[in-house]
């Protein structure tokens, strides 16, 4: 079976918070957010997980020591495909599967990422994104599927039509990739939107039009999935924690 390695986001400095302290270093159930999140992919064979790292890269570096992953600078926050773009050295000679997660997402479950790998490679697919479902995807990326359900574009909010913003399946910020084909559909993202960004979403669009399958998995508990922007989500994580460990010890 193919290796899997893990790309983990991790140089935003998360204004949101009202801090000066970089987001992923909040901390959570008495650890950082991004403790979480290694820990997660600890339990997952992962052969390298490489750390992208911006503001206060030395800290946040810091807090990942114990798990061996290799480290990464973003010196310019130019959008989450150029956010993956610094794992290149690192990962672009190796065939394999590539998983990408936010640092500030601490709640998804190894479980998860077990069946987003699996639906990737059941469907010999070049990629694959974890979504939810969302009574209101306010501020999301929208998952644009075709009539057989497939997987054919994401659609950023400030870069969406009325119509689309009326779509419920948002995008996660999860994904995994065929390793040789991230890299290669990421030196064709361009920075023609809203943002001005480089878009690690376009991928999606580009591996489409390249002929290649790309499915989505909807997550069951959309608690899994939310990431902490604010204090006011950090709460709301603690509260989520405790329901979930409450649920399953019942």
Known sequence: MDATYAVVLAAGK?????????????ELDGRPLIEHVLATLKK???EDTVLIVGHQ???VAGAARDYGVSVAMQHEQLGTGHAVLQASPALQAHDGITLVLCGDVPLLRAS???KLVQTMRSANA???VLSAIAEDATGYGRILRDEDGRVVGIVEQKDASEAQREIREYNSGT???DNKMLWSALEQVGSDNAQGEFYLTDVVE????GGHTVVGVVCEDEREVQGINSPEDLARAHRDLQAMRDARGA
């Open 175 to 177: 994904y995994c990739f």
């Open 206 to 209: 580009i591996l489409v039009k």
């Open 44 to 46: 997952l064979e992962v």
């Open 126 to 128: 070049a990629a694959a």
């Open 112 to 114: 998860t990422l077990e």
């Open 57 to 59: 890269a030395d800290r």
């Open 14 to 26: 998360g204004t949101r918070m009202k801090s000066d302290l970089a987001k992923v270093l909040h």
